[in-house]
């Protein structure tokens, strides 16, 4: 793909809409849709469109400083590449690329448990900070071992999360007859005669392929196999005591991601959390659920201060993450936009991605009259079921 790629993802729906021309239709749904209807995909994005921003120009921005600090590091921007699983399927090593381009903006990226490859290969990169996500196994002793070896490898905090403890029912996969791995029929491999790119990039890709943190000595290795055990791993069971023990065996930052109660937030901070991710997996797991945006404010009112909040789903623009901020959200992750940036042009199409976000947040802010991240307020904010009668 020529360089005009860039002229042509001007902001994130530009970059998705590239990423739609470069991928099979499978492979693109897979990362893009959601759960059943979509109507909290859709409500994810459509949420921040209930506030409207209230600038004061004349506070003499002439600078901005979009940094923010998290656990002792500062991070450049307040946007962090959150986990994706198989991101080796849109890119080739898609993982790594992806944590180079983090780290080349200066902020943290986090690995999926599901990445193509392993968490060792990963840190080999030396992308910090860097942080990995698990899950609570019905093997507990693998829950262990994954959290030794993201020690070992040197990680700066362990992502836990909580909504994905059964597969939510995702019907563009269903209507596209997408399995992991791919198998294509005829018709599909018809359909991609357009997608040269994309198929030459990957020619010898499904053969390798696989959830490299799941590969057991001994063990078939090939995606498939991996695949049904995964979702055998998967533990409806787990409750907080399990909270309680990984708290005890990892001693750095521990993230709560799934968070959308207040209740559960607060008892979060009890077990001994850092930090959550208010979070409903992109909206990808239970339809109907309740907006992260649309869930932030009462979780910011119940933790009052006392932990990082960050948040994730439907964060499209730089006024968005100011939206979250104002709202009182520590920084945002970034789940489909790498999807789609690594999916047009590898690292760069992440470097450009991140770029995008980093450029709309500095002209917002700039407009708002606001000079670094500690100036964002409620202050800046006006919901429209609560403006003044006069406007």
Not at 128 to 134: G, N
Not at 209 to 225: A, C, H, I, Q, W
Not at 283 to 299: M, V
């Amino acid at each position: 793909m020529s360089e005009t790629w860039r002229r042509k993802a001007y902001n994130i729906d530009a970059l998705r809409g590239l990423a739609r021309g470069q991928l099979p239709k499978p492979v693109f749904d897979f990362g893009d849709g959601g759960a059943e209807d979509e109507r909290t995909l859709r409500r994810n994005e459509g949420a921040f469109d209930d506030y409207l921003l209230v600038p004061e120009p004349l506070g003499g921005a002439a600078a901005r400083d979009l940094s923010i600090e998290l656990f002792g590091t500062r991070l450049e921007l307040p946007v962090i590449v959150g986990p994706t699983g198989l991101s080796g399927l849109f890119w080739p090593d898609g993982e790594r690329a992806t944590a180079r381009a983090t780290a080349a903006a200066g902020t943290a990226f986090c690995l999926s448990h599901g990445s193509t490859c392993t968490l060792e290969e990963l840190a080999g990169t030396g992308a910090a900070p860097r942080w990995i996500q698990v899950f609570i196994y019905r093997d507990r002793d693998f829950t262990e071992e994954l959290t030794e070896r993201a020690a070992a490898a040197d990680y700066d905090a362990l992502v836990l999360t909580i909504d994905n403890q059964l597969l939510g029912n995702r019907e563009r996969d269903v209507r596209n007859g997408f399995a992991i791995p791919p198998n294509f029929g005829a018709a599909e491999v018809a359909g991609m005669i357009t997608k040269a790119p994309w198929l030459w990039r990957m020619r010898g890709e499904f053969r390798r392929m696989t959830f490299g943190n799941y590969v057991r000595p001994g063990e078939k290795s090939d995606l498939k196999s991996i695949a049904g055990r995964m979702s055998e791993l998967l533990d409806p069971g787990m409750n907080w005591d399990d909270v309680a023990w990984l708290r005890k065996i990892w001693k750095k930052p521990l993230i709560l991601k799934g968070i959308l109660s207040p209740d559960e937030a607060e008892k979060a901070l009890d077990h001994g959390v850092d930090a959550i991710v208010v979070s409903n997996h992109g909206g990808r797991q239970l339809d109907g659920a309740i907006a992260s945006f649309d869930a932030l404010p009462d979780i910011i009112a119940r933790i009052d201060g006392r932990m990082p909040v960050l948040m994730d789903g439907g964060i499209r623009r730089g006024t968005d993450v100011l939206k979250a901020l104002a709202l009182g959200a520590t920084a945002c992750l970034l789940g489909r936009p790498q999807l789609w940036g690594v999916s047009v042009a590898g690292q760069a199409g992440v470097e450009h991605m991140l770029g995008i976000y980093r450029r709309e947040l500095d002209i917002a802010m700039g407009l708002c009259g606001l000079t670094e991240t500690a100036d964002i307020t409620p202050a800046i904010l006006r919901h429209m079921g609560r403006l003044p009668e006069n406007l």
